[in-house]
């Protein structure tokens, strides 16, 4: 089954900027929501602005630095935002358990998850997000890396 494009994608004007704000506004709008559901439904986390592949354009980022902002890419915001709700949802019955960055990402309790297969400096971000609000912890290692993570039940 191959991703079902909206019917706007067969209206010509919607690949013509239009020059009358609120018009430009609601297509803006028809583009970001076309965008994030092309984006989730094919599993793509980073959009890269600068030709590469979403993957292979973090392949030299630091998933654990969360200084490291790279302006050439471009995080599907919104959709990252779901998946903290995402995440949050289907490990609350986890609640004080730990976790490792693998399991949340391909192992037995993500397969049936919309975030199955998310990549690492993804995951990452989306954790840090967590952490702030309280709902989970990360564990590190004596070196610093990512041990595992601990949700709570908040």
Sequence with gaps: ??????????????????????????QKSHWIQLILDYCRYNKIWILSLNGE???????HLDPEDEDDDDDDYAEVTK??????????RSLK?????????????????????EFY?????????????LVKTDRAQIMKDDNGKIAGVKFSDK
């Design 117 to 129: 297969g998310i990549n690492p400096a993804v995951l990452i971000k989306v954790l840090n997000v």
């Design 79 to 88: 959709q990252s935002l779901f998946t903290n709700n995402k995440i949050d």
């Design 53 to 59: 592949s979403g993957d292979s354009a973090l392949d």
């Design 1 to 26: 089954m191959s991703f079902k494009f909206p019917s706007i994608y067969d209206f010509p004007p919607f690949f013509t900027k239009q020059v009358h704000s609120q018009t430009l506004e609601t």
């Design 93 to 113: 019955r986890q609640s004080n358990t730990v976790l490792t960055l693998y399991e949340l990402r391909k192992g037995d309790l993500a397969k049936t998850q």
